[in-house]
């Protein structure tokens, strides 16, 4: 019996044409399929298929330099070839030591350069380091300024008052430090019954400013520049949270509560805290309340806004993108944060850097830093009202609305938003890797400490058994006198796991500062403003990184 040869169009791997003969069945070899292209650090890939020969095209992301062409191709082997591309680092930062004051002296001329650095750079970042009896402290400035020339002043951001190095006291009160640049700081503690503890000692404190790169130098204020500098990622780093209107006539730009503090640099005896709202407009809104919750008064002043533009962001997903963009688009998120960068995310009038990043059933969630309303207007009122903002890459967006310093939740809603997504540019390194007993799986203690006292940025990642995976924004950092590491975080949003495996408020939405050591143990204080709360450790820990920023 004759048999019809057939030939069939596809190549076996060898490059020879396989024969089909009818009435006999022939294993057909299984389609090779490689997977997602590995993710390249400082670079983004485009593919359209992952299947045999398929290609994928690597092209550096603003704020790196590109050296190589970029091409992968999806070998027989079910693996992505090597690309040649190298992503480098274009705009470096570093921190610089500038004064080491002392409890009896700080030479003058320290003291007039690190007023120079600060007042003569855009906006810069400044840390301290104390030395207190039992442990050091690293701690972020949330507002300095110099007073008659040679006097200058940092201020930390709202803390929670700590036991030891590495744990919460059983009731914590609020914690505010002032520091001044003749080694002198001052501490207030305020319980919520509004009864403030005002004590001042002298330490050995280090200033470092830090030497940013990625800032630039444009100092633009009309809303059109402020705009476009937006729209591309670059971003004023002195602002909190940023507001756009409706009509793209108005930017402004929020900084969290910061504490009243007099003309001699030490703490009011019954103190404040303010917001300020900058805005392209010209118009400065200052809100004023006592930190019991009792309203004072809003100041409008006027002022030229002066905007200093971060370049080291770059934008990476939107939720209207296809399917097909979509997936990968969320992976290139997943993996950056894994890396240690943080996000940016533009969702309607609100615009806010990442303080919690959470990796968890394909999606990427991010709380981020409280901000007050109306945030569509340049003015606030005695009426304006604190919010919590969680957003996530399945578009669903939810804002709790409360009433300032108070357990009183007004509303709580989720909505479908629009959302832009950026992605930090800067160069992270994991100098550490513990498990959760806090057995040493890669890196050094050492190297992180020897980082810290340069004044480092630090970033940390969290593993649980549950495969859900925590990067947080480090606002302090304790050692204690035999090397350990403990990092602080204040007042993140509570975000709880919800039906369905999305992630939400509690119904107080409360607020969660933590504690996490180079020991393995991870602690939290979950509490309301006048409403007290509770400690718990958490459990199922897998591992914890450290990443420090080139």
Not at 367 to 378: M, N, R, S, Y
Request: proline share 3%; net charge neutral; aromatic share 10%.
């Amino acid at each position: 019996m004759n048999h019809m040869l057939m030939r069939n169009n596809p190549a076996n791997d060898d490059g020879m044409t396989p024969i089909v003969i009818p009435g006999v069945e022939v294993e057909m070899p299984a389609l090779v399929d490689c997977g997602f292209p590995p993710y390249k650090d400082g670079a983004m890939v485009d593919y359209i298929s992952t299947t045999f020969s398929a290609e994928a095209n690597y092209l550096c992301v603003k704020g790196y330099s590109s050296l190589g062409t970029g091409k992968a191709v999806c070998l027989s082997s079910g693996t992505w070839s090597e690309t040649d591309l190298v992503c480098s680092v274009s705009s470096h930062s570093s921190w610089q030591q500038v004064v080491r004051t002392t409890a009896s002296t700080t030479p003058i001329h320290q003291r007039y350069d690190l007023k120079d650095r600060i007042s003569k750079t855009c906006k810069p970042e400044v840390r301290v380091k104390a030395d207190f009896s039992s442990w050091s402290r690293a701690a972020y400035i949330s507002l300095y300024g110099v007073k008659k020339i040679t006097k200058i002043w940092g201020m930390t951001v709202r803390g929670l008052t700590k036991l030891s190095w590495d744990s919460f006291q059983t009731s914590p009160q609020r914690e505010y430090e002032l520091f001044l640049s003749a080694g002198k700081s001052t501490y207030m503690f305020m319980n919520d019954s509004g009864n403030e503890t005002i004590s001042t000692m002298h330490l050995n404190i280090t200033w470092f400013v830090k030497n940013d790169q990625c800032i630039s130098t444009s100092h633009s204020s009309d809303t059109g520049s402020v705009l476009t500098s937006m729209s591309e990622g670059e971003f004023d780093p002195f602002f909190d949270t940023y507001q756009v209107d409706d009509h793209n006539n108005t930017v402004c730009g929020q900084r969290s509560a910061d504490v009243s503090h007099d003309g001699r640099l030490a703490f009011y005896p019954s103190p404040y805290w303010f917001i300020r709202k900058d805005c392209s407009s010209g118009r400065q809104h200052v809100l004023r309340w006592r930190l019991t919750g009792e309203f004072m008064n809003t100041e409008p002043r006027y002022c030229t806004m002066s905007w200093c533009p971060d370049t080291c962001w770059h934008h990476v997903f939107d939720t209207k993108a296809s399917p097909t963009n979509k997936d990968k688009h969320i992976r290139h998120l997943f993996r950056g944060v894994q890396y240690g960068h943080n996000i940016m995310l533009k969702v309607a009038h609100v615009i806010a850097k990442a303080r919690e990043v959470i990796l968890f059933d394909g999606h990427v969630t991010i709380g981020v830093k409280e901000f007050w309303l109306p945030a569509d207007k340049d003015a606030f009122s005695s009426g304006s009202l604190q919010a919590w903002m969680i957003a996530s890459t399945n578009g669903r967006v939810v804002q709790c609305i409360h009433f300032p310093e108070s357990p009183r939740v007004k509303e709580i809603k989720e909505e479908e938003k629009h959302s832009t997504w950026f992605l930090d540019s800067r160069q992270w390194d994991k100098v550490l890797t513990i498990a959760g007993t806090g057995t040493v799986l890669s890196g050094s203690k050492s190297t992180l400490l020897s980082k810290i006292n340069e004044g480092r940025s630090l970033r940390v990642g969290v593993l649980l058994t549950n495969e859900m995976y925590k990067a947080l924004e480090v606002d302090s950092v304790d050692v204690s006198r035999n090397g350990q590491i403990a990092v602080n975080i204040i007042h993140n949003v509570d975000m709880v796991l919800r039906q369905g495996d999305n992630l939400g408020f509690s119904d107080t939405c409360r607020m969660v500062s933590s504690i996490i050591t180079t020991e393995g143990s991870y602690k939290m204080y979950r509490y309301n403003i006048g409403a007290g709360g509770n400690h718990s450790i958490v459990t199922g820990v897998t591992k914890i990184e450290w990443f420090i920023e080139l």
